[in-house]
């Protein structure tokens, strides 16, 4: 399963990593002639937060399964908040089907933390990123983005499915990184944070 995982992230990193590097120096040389200066824990902010999009987009829009499982059958669009979530959780638990819980578990824990980066990257980065309101609406509309371009592939062969619970899971994982970006980072550890 982990091979699973990061193979699509390595294939697109492959083309994001150098393709970032070159626009990056490119920049920066371009700020040198005009005796501005690189705020080089700035950049590394940037570059993480590259390579962290680049992630996100080699897991949800890469025709590649994350976990194997891959049903041509899936319910297609689902925009009834919680219930199919909960209703596959609970008949795997009822039916003690482990491949099925295990399932379920990570699609609830893999949409929540897929955007905790996020929400702590962009205040980190951004002055303008650091309210609640900035973040969530950044997060709102990153997993809308992610849904709906899901909804195309879905259209064209891929078996993505399009699910009101994982924009919903995707945005208090935003908001989760933004607590952690709050309440850890901007207190604790402001050498994070670019001014």
């Known amino acids: 399963m982990f091979s699973l995982f990061f193979i699509p992230i390595l294939y697109v990193l492959k083309l994001v990593v150098p393709a970032w590097i070159i626009f990056r120096i490119g920049k920066a040389l371009y700020l040198r002639q005009t005796n501005n200066l690189v705020n080089i824990k700035r950049e590394g902010l940037l570059f993480l937060l590259a390579v962290y999009a680049g992630s996100v987009i ?23 908040p919680v219930l199919n979530t909960a209703t596959y959780y609970i008949n795997a638990l009822h039916d003690h089907d482990d491949n099925a819980l295990l399932h379920a578990l990570e699609n609830i824990i893999g ?9 702590i ?9 650091r309210s609640f309101k900035s973040v969530l609406t950044t997060c709102l509309i990153c997993s809308s ?5 899901q909804f195309f592939l879905r259209q064209i062969g891929t078996f993505r499915t399009v ?3 994982d924009l919903i899971l995707n945005t208090i994982g935003g908001m989760l990184g933004w607590l952690i970006y709050t309440k850890i980072i901007q207190r604790y550890f402001p050498v994070f944070t670019v001014k």
């Not at 949409?111 to 929400?119: A, F, M, R, S």
């Not at 205040?123 to 303008?128: D, N």
């Open 58 to 80: 080699a897991v949800t829009i890469a025709p590649a399964s994350i976990s194997g499982f891959n049903d041509p059958d899936a319910v297609r669009l689902n925009m009834v």
């Open 121 to 129: 990257l962009l205040p980190c980065i951004f002055r303008s990123a």
């Open 163 to 165: 699910d009101i619970d």
């Open 145 to 149: 983005s992610i849904e709906l371009i």
């Open 111 to 119: 949409n929540l933390i897929l955007l905790i980066p996020l929400g």
